[in-house]
Each structure stands twice: as structure tokens, then as C-alpha cells.
């Protein structure tokens, strides 16, 4: 059973360029979670999306962050107009379901502005 | 949000030694994860406890739930142990708050 997989595993944008990060869910899930870690600090959550939906995307920044989670297809995080501090490492996890299930993360997407 | 407070932040073991890492926060929880950081970055999943307590090979972890900490005990430490320790509890939401971590080097 593959876990969750992230692409790319690095990506280096210039600043003003796009980044496009993706997410595929263990199989079987269908809540997937975007979390940011930023240098030595902890994971902050950023949003929560299931199939078509986002249901909490309290901790994602007003502009140029985006996400989605189409029928098909990976869950993409999208960030524009990138500037130096978006450096961090980008993790997605997935779950089963609500209510507070255990939570699987990715090996994570480590962007880098130049 | 739930307030997530880990202690030691940073901890040296010479290999062979035991540990207790601890996990203090500030709300009642739906549930609790620790994970494990590893030098490359990964988070390594260790254990799902919203309360009592749980036994993997050399690890195990404790919840107390109404007195609002976790423990994580490491018993003869190896260094593939290093890395950084991560406490994370839900009080329900749809998300899990992370606590700063405990950077642990096991030295031989």
C-alpha cells in the first residue's frame, strides 16, 4: 500500500514565478492536509481539502496561495508570485475521514526562492 | 489555537541510554501523534495515543489526557534515533498543532 506521495521532492523558483506542489493520498483516503515548516520551527497547517472541496483554509496566507483537490487527480498547492520567505518545506497528509483519524504525511516538497 | 509545549529542546545521549521526551499542551484533545523527524527530513509516523499508553520495539508513549501531557520514552538509544521529535495534538479540529520538537543526537 503506497503511502502518500509529494512532487517534486525539491523545486527551486526565481522570485515572481509559480509553484505548483502535488499531493496523491494513501489509498483509501480522501481528507488530504497541507502543512508548512518553515527553518527550524514546527509544522503549521495551512489547509484542509477533501474530493472538490476545501472545508478549512484558516492558515493559508490571503493572497497568492491557492488549493485544490479535483475528482481525479492530485491535490495541488498552489503558490504565485513567489517571494524569498515561501522557502520552506511543503507537507501534504491524508486521512481516512473527520473527527480526528491518524494522519499520514508525505516526504514533503522543499521550495527554494531565489 | 491549542498551545504545544515540548521539553528538553535539545537532548545528547550516548548510545545505549533511555530518554523521556515530554509533551505538554494547553486544551483537552481528540487525539495525539508523535512523529519522528529524521536527519533527511522525513516524518516518520511513531505513535497515535489520544490517551493511555503504547509499546513499539524500543519506543513508548503515554497520554494523560486530563492532565494535558504526553511522555515518549526511548529505551537503549541507537543513533538512528537522532533527529527531531515532534509532539502533535488535535483538540478536535480539523488539523494537528505541532509542537517546536525535541532535537535529539544519540552520539556513539
Known amino acids: 500500500n503506497a503511502g502518500v506521495m509529494q512532487n517534486p521532492r525539491h523545486l527551486v523558483r526565481r522570485r515572481g514565478q509559480e509553484a505548483r506542489l502535488r499531493c496523491s493520498p494513501m489509498k483509501g483516503h480522501s481528507h488530504v492536509y497541507w502543512y508548512r515548516q518553515l527553518p527550524e520551527e514546527g509544522l503549521k497547517f495551512m489547509v484542509y481539502l477533501q474530493k472538490e472541496n476545501i472545508i478549512d483554509e484558516s492558515g493559508m496566507p490571503k493572497e497568492r496561495f491557492s488549493a485544490e483537490f479535483p475528482k481525479e487527480g492530485p491535490s495541488i498547492l498552489r503558490i504565485q508570485q513567489v517571494v524569498r520567505g515561501d522557502s520552506a518545506a511543503y507537507f501534504c497528509?491524508?486521512?481516512?475521514?473527520?473527527?480526528?483519524?491518524?494522519?499520514?504525511f508525505g516526504p514533503g516538497t522543499r521550495l527554494t526562492v531565489t | 489555537g491549542i498551545q504545544v509545549e515540548q521539553s528538553p529542546p535539545d537532548l545528547i545521549l550516548q548510545e545505549g541510554a533511555n530518554s523521556t521526551l515530554r509533551c505538554n499542551f494547553s486544551d483537552s484533545v481528540n487525539n495525539l501523534q508523535w512523529f519522528h523527524q529524521n536527519p533527511w527530513g522525513q516524518l516518520i509516523n511513531l505513535f497515535y495515543?489520544?490517551?493511555g499508553t503504547k509499546q513499539n520495539g524500543r519506543l513508548s508513549a503515554t497520554t494523560v489526557a486530563t492532565e494535558r501531557y504526553s511522555l515518549l520514552y526511548i529505551s537503549s538509544s541507537q543513533t538512528t534515533d537522532s533527529g527531531v521529535y515532534f509532539c502533535a495534538p488535535n483538540p478536535g479540529a480539523n488539523n494537528l498543532f505541532f509542537g517546536t520538537g525535541t532535537r535529539l543526537t544519540v552520539i556513539p
Open positions: 497528509a491524508s486521512s481516512p475521514g473527520t473527527g480526528g483519524p491518524e494522519q499520514y
Open positions: 495515543i489520544p490517551s
